[in-house]
Each structure stands twice: as C-alpha cells, then as structure tokens.
C-alpha cells in the first residue's frame, strides 16, 4: 500500500515562497519517480515537476526557473520549493508516484496554495 502526504501549503503574497513535501510510505521510495502536479479552478490538472529515483529533474515551462524540486531518500520525503510565487501558481498542489511511463499511479490528498497579487 502506498501513501502520499503533502504538507507545507498555504496563503503567501505574489514574490514570496513556500516549501512543499511529500512524505510516502510503501514500496521501494529511492527507486521511484516522483511528481508534482497542480490543478486550478476550472483547469486540467498539469504537471508541474518531477524527479527519477537518480535525480533527473523535469519542470514545466511555466514553473522552470522559479520552482526547485527535490528528494530525501533516507526520510522517504520528495520537495517542491516554490519561489518568486505568481497568482497564477494558485492551485491545489499534489505529489504522485509515477510508472515506469511517467503516467500517475498513486496520489496524494492535495495541499492547497494561494498567491495574493
């Protein structure tokens, strides 16, 4: 069985930060590929960042440059570090383990993240 937990939303002013985290439980963590996804009122949920079990980072166009996202092995926890936040970042942010074909298998809850302009 496996579980997400996101942590570390929140209401932040346009141009600041927040620190996302993902802790998991079950199945082998440190060889897993693990993503951010974010999903807006009335939009497509979208990927926003994603790491293999070797480091390989990718980020979406929208987030490359400002968003940094990251891994702890040994605590089973995957971050997304969020700076210079726009109002457009406002979505709930949700963590996923993905397959061996970066789909989606298991989800997290969500965490909600709000940018006041």
């Known amino acids: 069985q496996v579980r997400l937990v996101e942590s570390g939303g929140g209401l932040v002013q346009a141009g600041g930060s927040l620190r996302l985290s993902c802790a998991a439980s079950?199945?082998?963590?440190?060889?897993?590929?693990m993503a951010w996804y974010r999903q807006a009122p009335g939009k497509q949920r979208e990927l926003v960042a994603r790491i293999t079990g070797g480091g390989t980072t990718f980020y979406s166009d929208s987030v490359t440059g400002r968003f940094t996202i990251s891994r702890d092995n040994a605590k089973n926890t995957v971050y997304l570090q969020m700076n210079t936040l726009k109002p457009e970042d406002t979505a709930v942010y949700y963590c996923?383990?993905?397959?061996?074909?970066?789909?989606?298998?298991?989800w997290g809850q969500g965490t909600q993240v709000t940018v006041s302009s």
């Open positions: 996923a383990r993905l397959g061996a074909d970066y789909g989606p298998v298991y």
């Open positions: 079950g199945s082998i963590f440190s060889m897993r590929t």
